[in-house]
């Protein structure tokens, strides 16, 4: 368990801080072969001692040099480089790779997808259709991308990021840190939307009413801080929050087989989705505690529902207050479409009925369902939730439209299509959530976020561009203020707040925002946690804690990557005066966060319902399910 402060941050400008350091590691250094993770016993320093022993005196001299560009000046976009070894470990630090080398961007060929003969040669900027490469060295080529995790220090003159490794450089001037981070930056841009990096090109793809995604700076950014509720209004507050408050295990259940998924409930029950059936837990104001009762996938000779058996159920939505369960298994490994979902009555047992997605007499295909609204679990008569496909988006109705009971045995009910619209192609839907008052947002394949408000579903109010990710999670709170999107390597925090022309505060599913919208912030891990959470582990399932009640704001957000839970406090990443946001390039990212580390990989990371927040914890407790175990932590304040 523990936060984003690491070693990372400690980089000395001082030569003589790292000298030791740099000569003891160079054998490691010139190996292409190591690992960050290698122990310094294995090396061995190669600089004669005679040698040592002059530079150690004439730095004892404190004699006043000039900067090592000075000394070169035929060296350009000098740096010096740097490694981190010893990834988490009590050993780990920063060492010097070369005190004075250089860096270039390169465009590959389309040609044979090699790199530019002439390293640097920024001409080849002019060749179509290949890519930028980061040269440094001959220790570094990489392709810019977003993986990179590029995170800069302004007041160091500094810039982090993953290649095989945690890297960092250092620049000698101000001018030459801006001219390198400008310049990665449009070279991302031209790598992930294929088209040079201007002004033209910018309005082209985010369009003209969203110049805070493509000019940070000159977008209004007091619509965040018009957001924050009265009790965090100064950066010394939610500051204080955050420091007085730590994770605490409380529970910690084995589980009776794989689990999938995780079915919170806001009452008596949670649920732990598996392999062969669905273990029930009870909610207290600590955790999750096992009841020692177990739902077997158990059928009995019902052919219709034999299906579920040999596929475990990837989604469970509660409904009906908690005494019904939704069930969806994908009709093939790895994809999420199924053309019909399992409704089971949690207090029986059974599944009562095998529901089939049709529209107009043609059976169709769902990738996700949810509630139709925050807190529609709770509606003991709910009878209708929302679906969505690639190119569609519906609210279904379990009604029978004659009143009449369905036999299951004979046959299998198809939903009625109740309210929506099937899109034309391009739409490329991905995930969904809804608001306390019913209102959806959608995230897509293309990075976009589309607002759509309670009375249609046809055209959405808002849609907010993407940045390059496919959006695969999205989450909104539950005043509708708020929105948290989830791509692979970054989290997405939306305002959707904005004025409109009469002066009346509104969110974005209600009206147009028009061109008074308030640049996104990213949430991200920096560049040693993402290399330490493992290259093929992603961010998935971002949430905001769970408040089903008006008046009430989100407190924390979290996400999974591989064994890792990671969680924001929400009022410290709104906070426009927070250290995080100091000399930030570009749109403001927050890499405050508290980790907790499992042994094995995250199924799920989400807290429990804000009713089950005691008296001395300001959150209720985090809920993390591994395949064979479900631990319960409480953010508690600390004595």
């Known amino acids: ?69 000075t000394q070169n000046p035929s060296l350009k976009n000098a740096v010096k480089l740097y490694l981190h070894i010893g990834g988490n470990t009590p050993k780990a630090k920063w060492v010097t790779s070369e005190k004075l080398t250089s860096y270039s961007f390169i465009k590959t060929s389309i040609s044979n997808g090699r790199y530019g003969e002439e390293d640097g040669d920024e001409s080849e900027s002019e060749e179509e259709n290949g890519w930028w490469v980061l040269k440094v060295s001959n220790k570094i080529k990489v392709k810019v991308r977003v993986e990179m995790q590029l995170k800069s220090f302004g007041d160091q003159r500094r810039v982090d990021f993953v290649a095989k490794g945690v890297w960092a450089m250092k620049f000698f ?49 007091s619509i965040w801080e018009d957001a924050e509720d009265a009790s965090f209004k100064s950066p010394q507050s939610a500051n204080t929050v955050r420091a007085n408050q ?16 995780l079915a919170l409930g806001a009452l008596d029950n949670s649920f732990l989705v598996g392999d ?39 989604r469970a939505l509660l409904m009906k207050a908690e005494t019904n369960m939704l069930l969806m298994s994908p ?28 529209k107009d007499g043609t059976d169709i295909t769902m990738r996700d369902i949810t509630n139709d609204s925050k807190g529609a679990q709770l509606d003991p ?31 299998t009910p198809v939903l009625n299509w109740a309210q929506g619209h099937q899109f034309s192609r391009g739409t490329n839907f991905q995930c969904f959530a809804t608001t306390g008052d019913g209102s959806i947002v959608v995230g897509s394949r293309d990075g976009k ?43 997405v925090l939306i305002c959707t707040l904005f004025t409109d022309k009469d002066g009346k505060t509104k969110t974005g599913f209600s009206g147009r925002m028009g061109n008074r919208i308030a640049a996104p912030r990213l949430l991200k891990l920096t560049p040693l946690d993402s290399h330490l959470a493992g290259v093929n582990n992603k961010f998935r399932n971002a949430q ?27 009022q410290q990443v709104k906070n426009g005066s927070h250290e995080c946001y100091h000399n930030q390039e570009g749109l403001k990212s927050c890499y405050c966060y508290k980790i907790v580390l499992k042994d094995d990989s995250i199924v799920d990371s989400r807290f429990m319902h804000d009713k089950f927040a005691v008296t001395d914890s300001p959150e209720a407790p985090l809920v993390i399910a591994t395949s064979m175990k479900v631990s319960s932590f409480s953010i508690s304040s600390k004595r």
């Not at 368990?1 to 030569?15: N, Q, T, V, W």
């Not at 994770?247 to 910690?252: A, G």
């Not at 009870?282 to 058996?309: C, E, T």
Request: charged letters at 30%.
């Open 173 to 221: 001037s101000d001018e030459e840190y801006r001219n390198f981070v400008r310049k990665f930056n449009d070279c991302l841009f031209e790598n992930t939307y294929g088209i040079e990096s201007n002004d033209a090109n910018k309005v082209k793809v985010y369009g003209k009413d969203f110049i805070g995604w493509a000019q940070p700076e000159a977008a209004d950014d």
């Open 1 to 69: 368990m523990g936060g984003s402060h690491s070693r990372e941050d400690l980089i000395s400008d001082s030569d003589e801080e790292y000298e030791e350091e740099s000569r003891e590691e160079e054998d490691y250094q010139d190996s292409k072969d190591e690992t960050p993770e290698r122990s310094s016993s294995d090396r061995r320093p190669k600089t004669p001692s005679s040698i040592d022993e002059v530079e150690t005196k004439l730095k004892a001299l404190k004699l006043k040099y000039g900067s090592a560009n």
């Open 246 to 261: 730590d994770l605490r295990e409380e529970f910690e259940e084995a589980a009776n087989g794989g689990i999938q998924s």
């Open 381 to 411: 008569s709910g009878a209708t939730f929302l679906g969505l496909d690639d190119n569609r988006l519906c609210r279904w109705d379990m009604r029978d439209r004659n009143g009449k009971v369905q036999n299951l045995a004979t046959s």
């Open 544 to 570: 905001f804690s769970w408040v089903t009640e008006n008046g009430k704001q989100e407190r924390h957000l979290v996400a999974t990557v591989g064994k890792f839970s990671v969680i924001w406090n929400f």
């Open 449 to 491: 976020i589309r607002l759509y408000s309670i009375n249609s579903m046809r055209q959405a109010k808002t849609a907010f561009p993407g940045l390059g990710s496919p959006i695969t999670h999205v989450d909104v709170t539950f005043d509708g203020k708020w929105i948290l999107g989830t791509t692979d390597t970054y989290l």
């Open 331 to 358: 009709i093939a490994e790895g994809k999420p479409h199924t053309t019909g979902l399992h409704q089971l009555d949690i207090e029986t047992g059974k599944i009562v009925t095998e529901w089939k997605f049709g």
């Open 276 to 314: 062969s059936g669905i273990q029930v837990v009870k909610n207290f104001a600590h955790g999750l505690h096992g009841k020692g009762v177990y739902v077997n996938f158990d059928h009995g000779n019902q052919k219709s529902a034999s299906k579920l058996v040999h596929s475990t159920p990837k």
